[in-house]
């Protein structure tokens, strides 16, 4: 089945270092992939969105994404993480499939 | 403009209770969706709708029930519960189905079944 794989469950960061979340996905055409973010206790929010052109995408809250069809990959990344992204992060693809998620620990 | 709202934001049940989750959108969006949510698994969709009176199901639609009588609403029912069905259930809506429109979600409500 087409699908999105997000290989980590945890990770940890220090505070101000740069943070890469990944994503693989199965999908045989070029996609749509999504990033949601989800602070404790709360929804999902959109944080960026994949469907053509420009393979660099840009977000709210300083994060982006690059699209790499050569590695099946829309890995998420920000260069200086602050204490209020610790958060579950989760890729999906356009037919409503989600990844397992990565729960994103910053140490101060 | 609320958004996507969820009702109750708990609820305890015990096994063979039935029960209704709400949903509603203010949002005149087509598309709604529920989710779970499980420890290590993400969401999975359990059952979506494309429209008033169009319901489908997801990847893990059983021991749910779902029905579409207007735009803005979107109940989950549950009939019996199971201990297998404690989880935290999100609803969602969006323009439309698939497309690379974004979903919005509620608060999520969490469901422990004892």
């Known amino acids: 089945a087409q699908s999105v794989t997000q290989p980590d469950i945890h990770i940890t960061v220090s505070e101000g270092a740069s943070l890469e979340l990944r994503c693989n996905y199965s999908?045989?055409?070029?996609?749509?992939l999504f990033w949601y973010v989800q602070s404790p206790g709360q929804g999902l929010q959109l944080l960026l969105k994949?469907?053509?052109?420009?393979?660099l995408v840009q977000g709210i809250k300083g994060f982006e994404a690059e699209f790499k069809r050569s590695q099946s990959s829309f890995n998420l990344r920000k260069p200086s993480v602050h204490w209020s992204d610790a958060a579950e992060y989760f890729c999906?693809?356009?037919?409503?499939?989600f990844g397992a998620g990565t729960r994103l620990t910053v140490k101060p | 403009n609320a958004g996507v709202t969820q009702t109750p934001k708990f609820q305890v049940l015990k096994t063979g209770q039935s029960m209704t989750l709400q949903c509603a959108q203010d949002?005149?969006?087509?598309?709604m969706s529920w989710y779970r949510q499980d420890p290590g698994m993400g969401l999975r969709l359990i059952h979506y709708?494309?429209?008033?009176?169009?319901?489908d199901q997801g990847e893990v639609p059983n021991g749910y029930n779902v029905s579409r009588s207007t735009t803005e609403d979107f109940p989950l029912r549950l009939l019996s519960a199971a201990p297998s069905q404690t989880s935290v259930y999100f609803c969602?809506?969006?323009?439309?189905?698939?497309?690379?429109?974004?979903?919005?979600f509620g608060p999520g409500t969490r469901l422990t079944v004892t």
């Open positions: 999906a693809g356009d037919d409503m499939r």
């Open positions: 994949y469907f053509s052109g420009d393979t």
């Open positions: 999908y045989g055409a070029t996609p749509y």
């Open positions: 969602a809506s969006s323009l439309g189905l698939a497309g690379g429109r974004e979903q919005y």
């Open positions: 709708s494309v429209g008033a009176g169009i319901t």
């Open positions: 949002m005149n969006h087509e598309y």
